[in-house]
């Protein structure tokens, strides 16, 4: 049972360019979402998703898209990346919106130059 | 909207001393209050929750206590040992809406 699966772990991005963040979970959750994490703030939520086909947006949106076609993936991308989106990103998932458990996956740290 | 804060920052102690570490909450509707760790390199993980129709809840070394009242929870950590040096994470959430998450602290266990 491999939990939620994040890839890469590392990326360095140029400023412009874009990219995309996977994650896949194995553990059939319905709620998925992104957080980023920065030094002193905590874990602040980009995008989520309540179920395949639904998405919304978190607190911290600008900047990023999400998808959710299937139960297992929830890809994260970046459309034009700038120098502010350097974090460390975390994907989570669990059973419910709140209430539940987030199993996270080992995130990604992004440095944008 | 919630707004969940942690203290402390940071927080140094010596192998076999308690920690604790506080936070507080703003909305008064909020009822699940985890608290998670996270080790250098790692996503965070569940160690504790607790509901709010509970006031303590223990888990061998480790509790949680809730003042719903004062709109404030702790975790307590008894007979530190290096390997609980880690940053730790509240949070609380009620039905319908998304985890709130505190700063974090920077907890150091000093051998």
């Known amino acids: 049972n491999a939990g939620v699966t994040q890839t890469p772990k590392f990326q360095v991005l140029k400023t412009g360019q874009s990219m995309t963040l996977q994650c896949a979970q194995d553990m059939n959750h319905e709620y998925m979402s992104w957080y980023r994490q920065d030094p002193g703030m905590g874990l602040r939520l980009i995008h989520y998703?309540?179920?395949?086909?639904?998405?919304d947006q978190g607190e911290v949106p600008n900047g990023y898209n999400v998808s959710r076609s299937t139960t297992e993936d929830f890809p994260l991308r970046l459309l034009s990346a700038a120098p502010s989106q350097t974090s460390v990103y975390f994907c989570?998932?669990?059973?419910?919106?709140?209430?539940?458990?987030?199993?996270f996956g080992q995130g990604t740290r992004l440095t944008v130059v | 909207g919630e707004n969940v804060e942690q203290h402390p920052s940071t927080l140094s102690v010596q192998e076999g001393d308690s920690a604790v570490i506080k936070c507080t909450y703003s909305d008064s509707a909020s009822n699940y209050f985890p608290w998670y760790k996270q080790e250098l390199g790692k996503g965070p993980q569940l160690i504790i929750d607790i509901r709010s129709n509970v006031g303590e809840k223990k888990d061998q070394r480790i509790a949680v206590t809730l003042n719903k009242t004062a709109k404030h929870f702790s975790l307590h950590i008894t007979e530190t040992q290096p390997e609980d040096s880690a940053v730790y994470f509240c949070?609380?959430?009620?039905?319908?809406?998304?985890?709130?998450f505190g700063p974090g602290t920077r907890l150091s266990v000093l051998p």
């Open positions: 949070a609380a959430s009620r039905r319908g809406q998304n985890f709130v």
């Open positions: 989570a998932s669990s059973l419910g919106r709140a209430g539940t458990e987030a199993f």
């Open positions: 998703s309540v179920g395949a086909g639904i998405t």
